[in-house]
């Protein structure tokens, strides 16, 4: 018996079939190691830093040098892969690597950041890596000085090249450039716990304290820490008080407190300006007080601090405050 074919049928057939070997393609992509390019059928050459980077117009890996003061250094890793289906290089392949200034202001230009590149007596970044024969990855080290140019305030970003490779091996499309950031906080960054006494003569009674706080020091430039409330309106740089029993705060207001080598908080300015915003707030030190941080060594232990909320001319809430670090940031 002929049987007629139906070619309507066979067609179908074949579109369900196409889609099948195309999403058993995609599956087997998605398990290849996250570095490897799929779009290339040999090894390749990219950059491989641990952790998850932040993929954005490139690659970003960030590095948290922690406490460094004027004129100490710290390192952090830079490495290499040779990905693919070949588990290690056959020979000695150097990766020669430049700083690409270009890279990173497309970086910033696509994702809205304000990134730099450091002086160079800031840095040391290695110019090649090699991978040894035998061997799927290398490390080198950029290496961070806190030396005059260092400003602890910048966003620091090293925008790393693969240039070229010594055996011709293809350098990944997706994983050839990548942004190394990094930054540092100085020796008065941290946690602590606040207590104090506060009055406001504008609200006057009404206005009671919100002790105990706890409070982040955040590094304001080698010297400086600005008040940081992580538990105000999810974490804002800001002052809060109780105003008749219920929770409140000063719009733009919070202040920066600034130690000098003696161990003195030498003087304090408002984060959001001295007289420069809408409510004309700004930070003021109080003589008076004591005014002094002490160390345990190499970490902070107390501070203690008097200080005025000044508004227009007024000095209008008087704060003294003690400082317990409880730990890093």
């Excluded at 490495?79 to 000695?92: I, M, Q, R, W």
């Excluded at 010594?166 to 350098?171: A, Q, V």
């Excluded at 030190?285 to 008097?306: H, M, R, Y």
Aim: charge should be negative; glycine fraction near 8%; hydrophobic fraction near 35%.
């Amino acid at each position: 018996m002929a049987y007629k074919t139906n070619h309507k049928h066979m067609k179908s057939f074949i579109k369900i079939l196409g889609v099948a070997v195309t999403a058993l393609s995609l599956a087997s992509c998605l398990k290849e190691d996250p570095y490897f390019d799929p779009a290339k059928s040999n090894n390749i050459v990219e950059f491989a830093n641990s952790g998850t980077p932040a993929l954005d117009t490139f690659p970003r890996f960030t590095a948290d040098l922690g406490t460094l003061n004027p004129g100490e250094s710290e390192e952090f890793n830079v490495l290499v892969s040779y990905s693919g289906p070949e588990t290690s290089a056959p020979n000695d392949i150097t990766v020669n690597l430049t700083i690409d200034p270009v890279t990173l202001e497309l970086y910033n230009d696509a994702e809205g950041k304000n990134y730099e590149v450091p002086n160079t007596s800031v840095f040391e970044a290695p110019t090649s890596i090699v991978i040894k024969k035998g061997e799927n990855r290398a490390t080198a080290k950029v290496i961070v000085h806190i030396s005059p140019d260092f400003d602890y305030n910048a966003n620091y970003a090293l925008p790393l090249v693969i240039t070229s490779v010594s055996d011709n091996t293809p350098i990944s499309s997706n994983f050839g450039k990548a942004i190394f950031t990094f930054a540092a906080r100085n020796k008065y960054d941290g946690v602590y716990n606040v207590t104090g006494t506060y009055s406001d003569n504008v609200i006057g009674s009404a206005a009671t304290s919100s002790y105990p706080k706890t409070i982040n020091l955040v590094t304001q430039g080698a010297t400086g820490g600005g008040y940081f409330d992580p538990n105000l309106n999810g974490g804002i740089y800001g002052y809060s008080f109780k105003n008749a029993g219920s929770g409140s705060y000063y719009g733009n207001f919070a202040p920066i407190f600034y130690f000098d080598d003696a161990g003195n908080v030498s003087k304090v300015e408002n984060y959001y300006g001295q007289g420069t915003n809408p409510q004309l707030r700004s930070a003021e030190l109080n003589p008076d007080g004591i005014n002094k941080i002490t160390f345990n060594g190499a970490v902070p232990e107390k501070i203690e601090v008097s200080y005025w909320m000044v508004q227009g001319t007024n000095k209008r809430v008087a704060i003294t405050e003690t400082f317990t670090y409880t730990g890093a940031r």
